[in-house]
């Protein structure tokens, strides 16, 4: 393992030897961030919501436009009843479970 830093560029680069390819990768070395403008940020956040006239928990009604309105799930079909899929749901009992693990050993 090596730093190698180049005088033409900013960048930094680090390179590994790889056992298994038995060739050499080279990867940048990324710079540290330091997050300076978060706390600036969440000033005006916290002013915007002290100086709001409205409440956060009021309700706001969706448009007839809006994409939820037009069906209650993805599918192009119906969804069947809840029972109906219940009834073809095949779940394994104890006894299926002791078969399945016997065949295994």
Not at 21 to 37: E, G
Not at 79 to 101: F, I, N, S, V
Request: hydrophobic share 30%; charged share 30%.
């Amino acid at each position: 393992e090596c730093d190698i830093s180049h005088s033409t560029r900013e960048q930094k680069f680090h390179r590994k030897y790889n056992k298994h390819s038995q060739q050499w990768a080279v990867k940048t070395v990324k710079k540290s961030k330091d997050y300076s403008h978060v706390t600036s940020l969440m000033d005006r956040i916290i002013q915007k919501r002290v100086a709001d006239e409205q409440s956060t928990h009021r309700s706001i009604p969706m448009s007839a436009e809006d994409p939820r309105q037009i069906a209650l799930t993805i599918a192009q079909r119906a969804p069947p009843m809840t029972a109906e899929l219940e009834a073809k749901q095949h779940r394994r009992t104890g006894k299926d479970l002791c078969y399945w693990y016997l065949d295994m050993g």
